[in-house]
């Protein structure tokens, strides 16, 4: 079964670094997600992403935040200056579209996270 | 803002019993309700869904519940198995034509069975 694959699975970085999380989304899907969990926390939801633009974002997704897809396989998430409150698991994930077949939406297929930890 | 609530943040339950993980959320503009399971180190996995227009929706051992007047939906596992414990993660969204749809999470609801 296609699957969505995250590197690293451990990322430690300093406080004021940039970091860049990779995903590989399933193939055949066109919308794709960034989510965090703090240690503890809900899943919370930073950005979606479809026809190479950013769709919706949230609070937490702010100017040190961005997406890019650099090719037809890659999806990443960059943090410009780490801040100690970015350390959390961040979860790609990808989904057939807003709409399948039959007008219900396709759910989430997740990775299994990088976990980030700022120091 | 917490749109999706799950307020157990544990359930303990027999092998072989029913475990029912509960989920309520405060948007009535919700049309697509999700049940995910997340093991440690890995990343939530789907495991059912329901449309606002159906009520009940089963696969397996697994039993969606929708009451959209209560804004309340369940999840039924029927027997439940050991290697059913992990976290349950209740999620919703709704429709915003072809654009990516933001999934609302609740905080989830820590599974054990007791073989």
């Known amino acids: 079964e296609p699957e969505v694959t995250q590197t690293p699975s451990h990322q430690v970085t300093q406080m004021g670094q940039e970091v860049i999380l990779r995903c590989v989304p399933i193939s055949n899907h066109l919308y794709f997600y960034w989510y965090r969990q703090i240690l503890g926390q809900k899943v919370e939801f930073l950005v979606s992403?479809?026809?190479?633009?950013?769709?919706?974002k949230s609070e937490i997704f702010d100017d040190q935040f961005s997406v890019e897809r650099p090719d037809g396989s890659n999806f990443t998430l960059k943090i410009r200056s780490t801040k100690l409150e970015d350390s959390a698991m961040y979860f790609c994930?990808?989904?057939?579209?807003?709409?399948?077949?039959?007008?219900?939406?396709?759910?989430?297929?997740f990775g299994n996270g990088t976990r980030l930890t700022v120091t | 803002d917490q749109q999706v609530k799950q307020n157990s943040p544990s359930l303990s339950v027999q092998e072989g019993r029913i475990s029912i993980l509960n989920c309520d959320y405060t948007?009535?503009?919700?049309?697509?309700f999700l049940w995910y399971k997340k093991y440690p180190a890995e990343g939530p996995t789907f495991l059912i869904s329901i449309s606002s227009i159906k009520d009940k929706n089963e696969d397996g051992r697994f039993t969606v519940f929708l009451n959209k007047s209560a804004k309340h939906l369940s999840l039924h596992i029927v027997p439940s198995q050991p290697g059913d414990s992990a976290v349950y993660f209740c999620?919703?969204?709704f429709g915003s034509g072809d654009a990516g749809n933001q999934f609302y999470f609740g905080t989830g609801t820590s599974l054990t069975v007791i073989p």
């Open positions: 992403f479809y026809n190479n633009e950013i769709s919706e």
């Open positions: 994930a990808s989904s057939r579209g807003g709409r399948a077949i039959g007008g219900y939406n396709s759910p989430l297929h």
């Open positions: 999620a919703a969204t």
């Open positions: 948007n009535s503009m919700f049309d697509y």
